[in-house]
Antibody
Framework: QVQLVQSGAEVKKPGSSVKVSCKAS????????ISWVRQAPGQGLEWMGG????????NYAQKFQGRVTITADESTSTAYMELSSLRSEDTAVYYC?????????????????WGQGTLVTVSS | SSELTQDPAVSVALGQTVRITCQGD??????ASWYQQKPGQAPVLVIY???NRPSGIPDRFSGSSSGNTASLTITGAQAEDEADYYC????????????FGGGTKLTVL
């Protein structure tokens, strides 16, 4: 059974950075993509970016380009999401999720396992 | 377009059938996946691909797609189906990006 376990809650000052970890177990970490999704209080889900550990390159949503860095350490089966220049609007629960693809007539992408979420609070 | 549009709220009587829709240009090229989220919990995958349910998801959940619209249908809605539902797909811009719909709040009356 695949499990994604995230690091604990963080409280950060505006302008600082936060790094959230996501440790995978029960699957072949390197072969699957990991995406990061956030949810501000009372708001919807927002995809931030993702990485395929075996390739090491990440893709980012345009909104977060230049502020987010997603990395992966195959030796520890852990993915990381670092968000810089934090502002109050970045207060949210941050999730990691395993990102997979299926092809039947056309491609379909889906997140089959999710971490428990990490609350990041940005406050002065 | 990289947007997916969902109705903000939908209601259904207990035991009846409800369809939740998701519209966007990317859905012409890619299937949507659907997620159920209850308060304070992480999202749960309920439908992916053409019409696939993960293990443990009741068969009252089904998915379909036509043109730029994907649909999640719950046949015989139960009280425990009351939740927020989100669609997701790959962005059609050519990069491996993902996009979520704004979510639909389902109320079971």
């Amino acid at each position: 059974q695949v499990q994604l376990v995230q690091s604990g809650a963080e409280v950060k000052k505006p302008g600082s950075s936060v790094k959230v970890s996501c440790k995978a177990s029960g699957g072949t970490f390197s072969s699957y993509a990991i995406s990061w999704v956030r949810q501000a209080p009372g708001q919807g889900l927002e995809w931030m970016g993702g990485i395929i550990p075996i390739f090491g390159t990440a893709n980012y949503a345009q909104k977060f380009q230049g502020r987010v860095t997603i990395t992966a350490d195959e030796s520890t089966s852990t993915a990381y999401m670092e968000l810089s220049s934090l502002r109050s609007e970045d207060t949210a629960v941050y999730y990691c999720a395993r990102d997979r693809m299926i092809v039947v007539e056309k491609e379909g992408y889906y997140f089959d396992y999710w971490g428990q979420g990490t609350l990041v609070t940005v406050s002065s | 377009s990289s947007e997916l549009t969902q109705d903000p709220a939908v209601s259904v009587a207990l035991g009846q059938t409800v369809r939740i829709t998701c519209q966007g240009d990317s859905l012409r090229s890619y299937y949507a996946s659907w997620y159920q989220q209850k308060p304070g919990q992480a999202p749960v995958l309920v439908i992916y691909g053409k019409n696939n349910r993960p293990s443990g998801i009741p068969d009252r959940f089904s998915g379909s797609s036509s043109g730029n619209t994907a649909s999640l249908t719950i046949t015989g809605a139960q009280a425990e189906d009351e939740a927020d539902y989100y669609c997701n797909s790959r962005d059609s811009s050519g990069n491996h990006l993902r996009v979520f719909g704004g979510g639909t709040k389902l109320t079971v009356l």
